[in-house]
């Protein structure tokens, strides 16, 4: 049900947004957010709009990626400015019903993952 896109092969310095598309009139008020995996390490938290509002990041991208979320399209995107080799991970946009924003096993719903690889 979510579709994430815009991932690729960057330098480190550049950017790159990332998109995630739902079905029109899902996930009304739902927290989404963004993880990402990098080979042989856990999915991690890395931006979020929680489900009773706010807006959270980790630490390790704050001032670096931003999120927004356009209604009239239902899309969640991540832009990454600055980006750095240690960015490099699939990303995965999620959905949930919980008041949790930084925790993977709390998201219900998972897009498919889109490559982000930043070269140095």
């Known amino acids: 049900q979510l579709q994430a896109s815009g991932g690729g092969l960057v330098q480190a310095g550049g950017s790159l947004t990332l998109s995630c598309a739902a079905p029109?009139?899902?996930?009304?008020?739902?927290?989404q957010g963004w993880f990402r995996q990098a080979p042989g390490k856990e999915r991690e938290f890395v931006a979020a709009?929680?489900?009773?509002?706010?807006?959270y990041y980790a630490t390790s991208v704050k001032n670096r990626f931003t999120i927004s979320r356009d209604n009239t399209k239902n899309t969640v995107r991540l832009q990454m400015n600055s980006l750095k080799p240690e960015d490099t991970a699939v990303y995965y946009c999620?959905?949930?019903?919980?008041?949790?924003?930084?925790?993977?096993?709390?998201?219900?719903?998972w897009g498919q993952g889109t490559q982000v690889t930043v070269s140095s």
């Open positions: 029109a009139r899902t996930f009304i008020n739902a927290g």
């Open positions: 999620a959905a949930a019903y919980s008041r949790s924003y930084d925790n993977p096993a709390d998201y219900q719903y």
């Open positions: 709009f929680g489900w009773g509002g706010g807006i």
